[in-house]
C-alpha cells in the first residue's frame, strides 16, 4: 500500500506522495459485531451506542508537525456522558453546534503505536462545523499522545508512525 514515500489515498484512490497523514478505527473498542443485531445499539461512520448505556462520538486527535505546514490527525472515538450525546445527536446538523461548550469524554481508541494504554484518556470534545468531525483534545498529561498533541511532532516521526501503522 505504501512505501512511507507514496502511498493510496483511502478516499479517493489516488496515488499521493509522503506518508498517509491520517488514520483511523471503525469503532469503539468495546464494539462487537454482535451488536449490530441488539435494538439498543448502534454504529454509523460518527457516532455509537452500546446496549443503550454507553455512547460514543467519532473525532480527531490533530497533532501538529512542526517541519511542515500540515497535521497528522487520528480518527478516535470518545465516550460521552449519556446527556452530552444526546445533546450532540440533536444538534449534530445544526450550524448552531458550533457555539457548543467542549464535552467532557474519554478515550475509546487503544493507539497501539504508544507504549502506554490510550484507552480512557481525558479529553474535551469540541464540536466543529457540520461536515467536520469534532476536534478531540487531550487533557495536557505526560502522556505521550498528550504531549505530542500539545508539542507536536516532526516529519520523521509522522513516517515512523505510518510504518508502524502499515504493517499493522
Not at 451488536?35 to 460514543?56: N, P, V
Not at 478516535?76 to 450550524?95: G, I, K
Amino acid at each position: 500500500m505504501a512505501d512511507h514515500g507514496h502511498h493510496t489515498c483511502s478516499c479517493c484512490a489516488e496515488p499521493q506522495s509522503g506518508p498517509p497523514m491520517s488514520y483511523g478505527a471503525p469503532a469503539p473498542v468495546t464494539w462487537k459485531g454482535r451488536y449490530a443485531w441488539r435494538r439498543d445499539s448502534e454504529l454509523t461512520a460518527d457516532q455509537c451506542m452500546i446496549k443503550g448505556k454507553h455512547f460514543f462520538v467519532h473525532g480527531l486527535v490533530e497533532i501538529p508537525v512542526l517541519d511542515s505546514d500540515e497535521v497528522f490527525s487520528r480518527g478516535v472515538w470518545v465516550s460521552l456522558s449519556e446527556p452530552n450525546f444526546a445533546r450532540t445527536h440533536d444538534l449534530w446538523e445544526d450550524p448552531a453546534r458550533e457555539q457548543e461548550p467542549p464535552y467532557f469524554g474519554r478515550l475509546s481508541t487503544e493507539l497501539p503505536v504508544y507504549a502506554e494504554s490510550t484507552l480512557n484518556l481525558k479529553t474535551h470534545v469540541r464540536t466543529r462545523a457540520v461536515g467536520r468531525r469534532p476536534l478531540i483534545e487531550l487533557e495536557p498529561t505526560g502522556r505521550p499522545l498528550a504531549a505530542d498533541q500539545r508539542e507536536g511532532i516532526t516529519m520523521a516521526r509522522v513516517q515512523e508512525l505510518a510504518g508502524l501503522l502499515l504493517r499493522g
